[in-house]
């Protein structure tokens, strides 16, 4: 990555995975991905896509940087049939898990990324999202997050009134 400004690839072999905006030098970036051939996994009631890819570059951004991946239709097909919360790729969104490999099974943990796009490329589709840091991606619905390991959370009043409170919360892993 040479901060072109433009849309670079993510290729496996001779497949187009996903794409990034090179608007930073990241350095030489390896890419790995996922496959699933058994029936669509889940993590709990949450299902998720039968891919998932970890991207991961010679040097960390220092701001965020779009990330585009690729699924096929009948990943999302598949996906659209077990959620009764998704019928439509835009209420699909990405986990953001800490890994330099990818993992069969979701590993836990890990944060929910806000689409800032979702659509067609070809006969697939693709979902995008702003990154401030590398790591492994899920897909699953936007409305049910994967699960995440609550390790503390405590609450403190700042004043007398009720609704005047500072919360902390921690998870066993945060991406």
């Known amino acids: 990555m040479t901060a072109s400004g433009e849309w670079k690839p993510i290729m496996l072999g001779a497949n187009i995975v996903g794409k990034i905006k090179d608007t930073e030098a990241l350095g030489n970036t390896t890419i790995s991905l996922y496959g699933n051939t058994g029936g669509l996994r889940s993590a709990g009631s949450s299902p ?11 040097s960390s951004p220092s701001a965020t940087i779009e990330v585009r991946l690729y699924f096929t239709e009948a990943e999302i ?39 800032t796009a979702t659509g ?14 590398f790591s492994e991606f899920f897909l699953s619905s936007s409305a049910a997050p994967l699960p995440v390991e609550l390790a503390s959370f405590s609450a ?3 004043t007398s009134l009720l609704y005047d409170c500072l919360l902390h919360r921690s998870i066993v892993d945060e991406a």
């Open 77 to 115: 097909d598949a996906l659209i049939a077990a959620d009764a919360t998704v019928s439509a790729i835009s209420d699909l969104q990405f986990t953001k898990v800490s890994g330099t490999s990818c993992s069969g099974p979701y590993p836990g943990g890990g944060i929910q990324l806000t689409n």
């Open 120 to 133: 067609f490329y070809g006969t697939n589709y693709y979902v995008q999202a702003s990154v401030a840091a």
């Open 156 to 158: 403190f009043a700042k």
């Open 48 to 58: 998720f896509a039968d891919r998932n890819i970890t991207i991961n570059p010679t």
